[in-house]
T-cell receptor
């Protein structure tokens, strides 16, 4: 997988937007950016993915820079239940090559 | 509820035991996966099955033996494990493992294994 770099941890106040950055400067033209999260002691949960355009779904928005070297996952109104480790993944080739790194541990506080 | 069910949720076994982990998906997917998550380590992909054929084996020791009898069920047979094999074992499924834009995996809750 293309290498991704994420901050190890972030804090966010409940009700505020959480903006989680990811650098993927070696991404190639046909590689997607995926975001997953893992709440403590649960399996990872798919959030969103994109190629070039910004994407939005019921969970989050994904903003990809024009040069595609970085992206930001936005949780518009973070809640305590959003406390989790968030993984940014750029798989090379097939979905079977999803490699989970260490991610960003997001702590949402009152 | 993700549509992927793993049993048992917790398992304690001795090094000489033989046990199995079971995974069942109710999503009509074609591909199933085993991942291992050790304490304070990233998830490691172990095996990938596509249409009941193993398409990926990431240098996993032979004491772990996967079985995929049909596209809805996946097993991980455990034999002569070591204490360092204690981990959370996660099963996942996806519609199609081959497309670059199809990286949406659905994970189960995991089976937490302790080897004494």
């Amino acid at each position: 997988d293309a290498k991704t770099t994420q901050p190890p941890s972030m804090d966010c106040a409940e009700g505020r937007a959480a903006n989680l950055p990811c650098n993927h400067s070696t991404i190639s033209g046909n590689e997607y950016v995926y975001w997953y999260r893992q709440i403590h002691s649960q399996g990872p949960q798919y959030i969103i993915h994109g190629l070039k355009n910004n994407e939005t779904n019921e969970m989050a928005s994904l903003i990809i820079t024009e040069d595609r070297k970085s992206s930001t996952l936005i949780l518009p109104h973070a809640t305590l239940r959003d406390t989790a480790v968030y993984y940014c993944i750029v798989p090379t080739g097939t979905a079977s090559k999803l490699t989970f790194g260490t991610g960003t541990r997001l702590q949402v506080t009152l | 509820e993700t549509g992927v069910t793993q049993t048992p949720r917790h398992l304690v076994m001795g090094m000489t035991n033989k046990k199995s982990l079971k995974c069942e998906q109710h999503l009509g997917h074609n591909a199933m996966y085993w991942y291992k998550q050790s304490a304070k380590k990233p998830l490691e992909l172990m095996f990938v099955y596509s249409l009941e054929e193993r398409v990926e084996n990431n240098s996993v020791p032979s004491r772990f033996s996967p079985e995929c009898p049909n596209s809805s069920h996946l097993f991980l047979h455990l034999h002569t494990l070591q204490p360092e094999d204690s981990a959370l074992y996660l099963c996942a499924s996806s519609q199609d493992p081959l497309g670059a834009g199809n990286g949406e995996l659905f994970f189960g809750e995991g089976s937490r294994l302790t080897v004494l």
